[in-house]
């Protein structure tokens, strides 16, 4: 969810919860004054009745007007104590019952005493509470309206520069050596996160300038003694004969250069694949890729008498074909090295997926064959070439899996 919309769900929220109970209270406030003015009105026409005892010495003719009813009654012993009540009132009128209060009062005439009761409707004043009630609820709905239509156009335009940066952010690639723009705008944070990014932008390509050049030097550097070492074992295994105890030893420092050597060049191949320092995109056709590996390996595939089973349907990627022919290798490497005399190696190309299936030890291999130098105990490889395979795969948004399953091992590449 963005922020904008989280922002407008409880700024909203928030208002409807603040607008109800304002609203509940405001009509509560407003009852309330109401009913306190029909009490004094009440209290008013109690005060004339007592009056107008005092002065003629009898009740005021019982009367019923468009809004007011008086009657009396003879309290007889009661001692009735003087209230304000909520009742209702007949409106002879309108022939209907209407709501009322009352206000039940005594008056001593002679020595004797009478109940009164004054009554009064409440319609006025209940229609005054209801117009009221729905201007009140008319006004939050105006608010939440344009709290709604201010939120999704005013805050929008305010956060344009967040996502452009963000957008820019998005396709930036270091390898490019591209920029990141500035975004004019007047919030100090968004100004501040611009500054921030070209920042970091400019410091990633100053890293990625020397990473690039310490790659490069040190392939070139690593591999020169490398080759002098090589080519003056070359040269002193030719001029003279030596003793087998000799040889062995000439032998184990030959194995271990070259082992030297491979582990050189599949660490700086990481490197570079890693830090997308091979940028040669193109067209690939897997089909005919596939194929021109089978051929490669064909004598391999004869010489242990491995059956080989394919089925290679039509698949196009964008890759560089250099990865391409590396990934390939190391995984058709795997597996030739890892299967057995007369096994299987099966092949199977679909439009999304590539599987190899072959047969080869009976227990499955371990969650980590995937880490760097992770290998099996027998394995004369470096332990570099599934991780050069996940690191090339993970390049490209590819995903590499390994399985067993009837004693088979099979990795599968989803593209």
């Known amino acids: 969810m963005k922020l904008s919309s989280r922002y407008n769900q409880v700024n909203i929220l928030t208002s409807l919860v603040v607008l109800i109970i304002t609203g509940v ?22 005060n004339e009745i007592n009056q107008y005892v005092k002065t003629y010495q009898k009740l005021p003719l019982p009367a019923s007007y468009i809004d007011q009813q008086v009657h009396y009654k003879d309290a007889g012993n009661n001692n009735e104590p003087r209230e304000f009540s909520y009742t209702t009132y007949y409106n002879a009128k309108e022939q209907e019952v209407e709501p009322g209060r009352s206000l ?11 109940i009164v009761t004054i009554t009064k409707s ?19 709905c105006f608010l939440l309206i344009s709290l709604i239509l201010i939120n999704r156009f005013v805050l929008n335009r305010l956060w344009k520069p967040f996502y452009t940066l963000l957008n820019q952010m998005k396709t930036y690639e270091v390898s490019r050596m591209g920029k990141i723009n500035r975004e004019p705008t007047k ?11 070209i920042a970091m932008a400019a410091r990633v390509q100053q890293d990625y ?21 090589n080519s003056k074992l070359d040269s002193l295994l030719q001029t003279e004969s030596f003793t087998k105890q000799q040889g062995a030893l000439l032998e184990d420092i ?4 070259g082992r030297l050597s491979r582990l050189n060049q599949s660490l700086l191949l990481l490197a570079k694949i890693e830090n997308n ?15 021109s590996k089978i051929r490669q390996f064909q004598e391999l595939f004869e010489k242990d008498e491995l059956q080989l089973i394919k089925q290679l349907d039509a ?13 390939m290798n190391n995984l058709f490497s795997n597996a030739v090295r890892h299967n057995h005399t007369g096994g299987t190696i099966e092949i199977i190309l679909q439009k999304n997926s590539l599987q190899l299936i072959n047969t080869g030890k009976d227990v499955g291999l371990n969650d980590q064959l995937f880490e760097r130098f992770s290998k099996s105990a027998p394995s004369e490889g470096l332990g570099l070439g599934l991780a050069i395979s996940k690191q090339i795969c993970a390049l490209y948004g590819f995903t590499i899996a390994y399985a067993y399953h009837n004693e088979k091992h099979s990795f599968t590449i989803h593209f």
Not at 31 to 38: Q, V
Not at 216 to 222: F, K, L, V
Not at 254 to 257: A, D, I, P, R
């Open 25 to 46: 209270i405001y009509y509560v406030v407003i009852h309330f004054i109401l009913t306190e003015k029909l009490d004094k009105d009440l209290a008013v026409e109690e």
């Open 104 to 114: 039940i009062t005594t008056v001593n005439l002679n020595g004797k005493k009478y």
């Open 122 to 140: 409440r319609v006025e004043s209940e229609d005054l509470v209801r117009i009221i009630l729905f201007i009140t609820l008319g006004i939050t």
């Open 187 to 197: 919030i100090d944070e968004f100004n501040e996160l611009n500054d921030s990014a």
């Open 209 to 229: 300038k020397e990473l690039k050049s310490f790659t490069d030097n040190a392939s070139h550097e690593m591999m020169t003694p490398l080759a002098v070492i």
């Open 277 to 291: 320092l091979i940028p040669d995109l193109q067209d690939i056709d897997m089909k005919e890729l596939l194929e």
């Open 315 to 327: 698949c196009q990627l964008k890759m560089s074909r250099y990865l391409a022919d590396i990934l």
């Open 254 to 257: 030959y194995q271990g250069v």
